[in-house]
């Protein structure tokens, strides 16, 4: 079959967030994708109504509806995917119809249709254990047939599979939680800044002297401010980090990170739930999430975090309420761990670290370090930042 036209779908996630409008559009718009799936199990009539309501008209028609089909023709929607909730596109259709198959045979039976998604093709990412269990000659056999329906690769999928995928034969490459999530930034990882300050002048000075340092990752950290007094070291420590081209988040106020543009959020374990923060900041959003043990780990990748904050690595005294220190053999386990279980999601290291323990850690495995006041305590903050970023860099593949 002519492979020149791969199309790219993205799939919404199955929660509403506020500018999931403004997102649809801006994908739609750049040309990211060719259509968008519309899939909200969950959602009433009025609420799909309300979002694609929100959607320039010229956009529409790259819209594909999955539930409430009786308003396509309304909103002037171009498909309707049928699922086992939905087995019959509306009477009268003549938009695009398109069907979920998870087997070979399923793709087959589907001639009457425009395209049909078939999954999983790759391991999901959302959802863990989820992986492919079809017969590679079988599936290249199917994809080089004649005269069958386009055959949409879905589950799993990342843009940087697409090459692999149109060479395999598939026509197009559906995305979930890859075509809205923000990746995490390895580079900018590597060093992350949180900071420990007394006022909104210090918290401002802080960030300022680790970024011209060259740290790319800092995180707002003041748990005695009141809300005006984080809410103006939100917006000064924000401005120096988009002026530098660092990654700002801030810790714990989710509500915040949302209100001032911040790239996400920190939460640790008595904050609120990954899954929850998510609801309201949306999938492009960055959520890390604190563990210490190896089933904290597991429950913030079944909650969807972007990064683990794993510590601490000895007794700090920036944090209260420490739970047991790890030390090396605590991050050898979480790496290994990670491994086994197939995991993708990075690991910063954190918790009473200095510029002597940075090649150790490093060599476990970890992704990057994080630090406050070996920094901000520093007599010189911008030459301890730079220190730390060499030694890393010296360290990474070790």
Partial sequence: ???????????????????????????????????????????????IKSLIS???????KQLTLHDHFELADGLDAGGVHLNRRNQSPPAGWQGRTSRS????????????????????????ISKQGYRADFDEAEL????????RTKVIALGGVTPDKFKQLEAM????????????????????FRL??????????EAANQVAQAVEGGCRWVQLRWKDADEQQLREAAKLC??????????????????????????????????????????????????????????????????????????????????????PILGLEGYRRATAH????????????????????????????VDGIAVSGVIASSPSPVSATSNLLEIITKHINI
């Avoid at 990670?338 to 060599?363: E, H, L, N, W």
């Fill in 101 to 124: 198959a998870h087997s070979i045979d399923e793709c087959r039976r589907c001639k009457h249709l425009d395209y049909v998604t078939l999954s999983p093709i790759f391991p999901s």
């Fill in 238 to 323: 924000g401005e120096i980090c988009r002026k530098a081209g660092s990654i700002f988040l801030i810790d714990d106020h989710v509500e915040l990170a949302g209100q001032c543009d911040a790239d996400g959020v920190h939460l640790g374990k008595n904050d609120m739930a990954v899954s929850a923060a998510r609801k309201i900041l949306g999938p492009g959003k960055i959520i890390g999430a604190t563990a210490n043990t190896t089933a904290d780990i597991d429950h913030a990748v079944a909650e969807g975090a972007d990064y683990i904050g794993y510590g601490p690595f000895r007794y700090t005294t920036t944090k209260k309420n420490l739970n």
């Fill in 338 to 365: 990670c491994r086994s279980m197939g995991y993708r999601i990075p690991i910063v290291a954190i918790g009473g670290i200095t510029a002597d323990d940075v090649a150790d850690i490093m060599a476990t495995g």
């Fill in 192 to 201: 992350q800044f949180i900071t420990n300050p007394r006022s909104v002048g």
């Fill in 54 to 60: 929100a959607i320039a008209p010229r956009l529409r």
């Fill in 140 to 147: 290249n056999e199917m994809l080089n047939e004649g005269g």
């Fill in 169 to 188: 034969g598939f026509d197009g490459a559906a995305m979930l939680s890859a075509a809205w999530s923000k990746p995490v930034c390895l580079d900018a």
């Fill in 1 to 47: 079959m002519d492979k020149t036209n791969f199309i790219k779908i993205a799939v919404t996630v199955p929660y509403f967030y506020r500018g999931e409008s403004e997102d649809i559009a801006r994908i739609l718009d750049s040309g990211e994708v060719d259509m968008v799936h519309v899939r909200k199990p969950d959602a009433s009539a009025e609420d």
